[in-house]
């Protein structure tokens, strides 16, 4: 069974750059991300910018992120082999 892996804040950030998210702004460590879907409504996630995430922080990022992308294109880069 497919296991989360041990991501940084930083990493899952530029996992979700490359499905179209920009940063908007930084708060602290926390990292603001959004992007316009095809009916020009935003979509937005906030990402902690920490050395390393807890697997639950972790888990629930990719929870809200299946809001807006499809799991399947996810998996690759938050679970290992």
């Not at 296991?3 to 926390?30: D, T, Y």
């Not at 697997?55 to 990719?62: F, S, Y």
């Given at each position: 069974?497919?296991?989360?892996?041990?991501?940084?804040?930083?990493?899952?950030?530029?996992?979700?750059?490359?499905?179209?998210?920009?940063?908007?702004?930084?708060?602290?460590?926390?990292i603001k991300l959004q992007r316009l879907d095809a009916f020009g409504h935003q979509e937005t996630l906030h990402v902690p910018r920490h050395v390393?995430?807890?697997?639950?922080?972790?888990?629930?990022?990719?929870?809200?992120?299946?809001?807006?992308?499809?799991?399947?294109?996810?998996?690759?880069?938050?679970?290992?082999?």
């Open positions: 069974m497919p296991r989360l892996k041990r991501l940084s804040g930083s990493e899952v950030a530029a996992i979700l750059v490359a499905f179209g998210f920009e940063v908007v702004s930084q708060r602290g460590s926390h390393e995430l807890e697997t639950g922080t972790c888990r629930a990022i990719l929870r809200q992120a299946t809001k807006y992308i499809p799991l399947d294109d996810l998996r690759s880069h938050f679970y290992s082999e």
